[in-house]
């Protein structure tokens, strides 16, 4: 019985290995614009693969893939398509490149697009992923969408 406990956890182990890459090869990271217990997020890393989290607190259900990056679009390949998730195709906006024409549209009912830039910026936000319809635009008028966190594939 000792030995079946032991064999469960070095399968465990094993099969964790193909999500964990180093923190240093990590170059994205976005999560989601909402917090809660139910979250997708996903992380790029140097070598072209990626690791998606489309589950909850208990159960992060991640998997891997491999991304490409066309200018500020991200395919990421053999994603899993949900209620949420429908296409694998994303665009990327960094708050760096963005003039005020994104900050209105993004916040439509603020009159201060300049503060609406700085409380992104204060809370950490790099800029946003959006995910792309099946004729390439951008899903914009969706409660949810991406932050971006880390960003160093420039």
Known sequence: MKYIFKVIFILLLCGCKQYQQSKENEVFSAGPNESGFGATFFTLYNDN??????????????????????????????????????????????????????????????????YSRESDSLRGFQGDVYELDKNNVPKTNVNYYYVIRLDKLN
Do not use: A
């Not at 906006?93 to 003039?99: A, I």
């Open 49 to 114: 693969s990626y690791k998606f989290c489309d589950g909850d607190f208990m159960n992060p259900n991640c998997y891997s893939g491999e991304y490409e990056i066309n200018g500020d679009t991200l395919t990421l390949k053999n994603l899993k398509l949900n209620d949420h998730v429908n296409n694998n195709r994303f665009i990327i906006y960094r708050m760096s490149e963005q003039d005020s024409t994104y900050w209105k549209n993004k916040y439509p009912k603020s009159n201060d697009w300049k």
